[in-house]
């Protein structure tokens, strides 16, 4: 069986699975309300290491219609720049929603880049190592015109990370079968390079001290339950 089939057996299952939980045990609870919607601003460092954040950098906002449907998923919605003294620069984006349930989940960059006219040259999952453990991502490479942005991102659902759909549709039904709907956060990190190895391994250090400067009883919030 090729890996194309595969997948697409696996997504009908999922699908399938979904449908039925949908109809034999619909969640009541709120994850949100358990454990209280984050404060973006307050949860992520606006200094450390050498990292300090800095205003006024161009970012490529979305289009009025996507961002239509991004308020409709997210509740929060945290965009930065930092900057070390040595040049680098790295752009953080955070969406939190409450709700990640069916057309409630969190889109892809995948997805939403190419609404806004990039091209997707590269896709591949990965593993990001922190001091907590090993993290799943997913590193993408966009593209338009003479703007080349490596780009490492993931999602988190509740305390587990996706980095695919399947993944995600799994973590809601694992929640769901409890009766709780989770909430969820994607991460992006970024830069504008168009050697794309040498943006993702400032990227890769930019993550690495930014969950160590994380409180820690927020961090699975934020990366999930790590492996160690």
């Not at 961002?67 to 984006?93: C, F, H, P």
Request: net charge positive.
């Amino acid at each position: 069986m090729n890996s194309l089939r595969l997948r697409a057996l696996l997504a009908a299952a999922v699908m399938l699975a979904g449908a039925a939980l949908a109809h034999f045990a619909k969640p009541t609870s709120f994850l949100a309300d358990q454990l209280g919607a984050p404060n973006l601003e307050t949860l992520f460092p606006k200094q450390f290491g050498a990292w300090r954040i800095e205003d006024g950098f161009p970012l490529i906002l979305p289009s009025p219609d996507l961002q239509a449907q991004l308020d409709v998923i997210y509740n929060q919605v945290l965009s930065r720049t930092y900057v070390k003294a040595t040049g680098e620069r790295v752009m953080l984006s955070v969406a939190y929603g409450g709700d990640q349930s069916d057309g409630m989940s969190a889109h892809r960059p995948e997805g939403c880049y190419p609404a806004q006219g990039f091209a997707i040259t590269f896709n591949k999952r990965g593993v990001q190592r922190v001091s907590g453990g090993a993290l799943p991502v997913r590193v993408l490479m966009a593209t338009l015109f003479q703007r080349h942005e490596p780009i490492t991102y993931w999602i988190t659902v509740g305390n587990k990370v996706a980095t695919t759909g399947i993944e995600q549709k799994l973590a809601q039904m694992r929640y769901g079968l409890r009766g709780v709907i989770a909430d969820g956060m994607l991460v992006r990190v970024s830069s504008l390079d168009s050697d794309m190895g040498h943006g993702h391994a400032i990227q890769a250090a930019f993550i690495a001290e930014m969950y160590s400067a994380v409180p820690e009883s927020a961090r699975s919030r934020i990366f999930g339950d790590l492996a160690l």
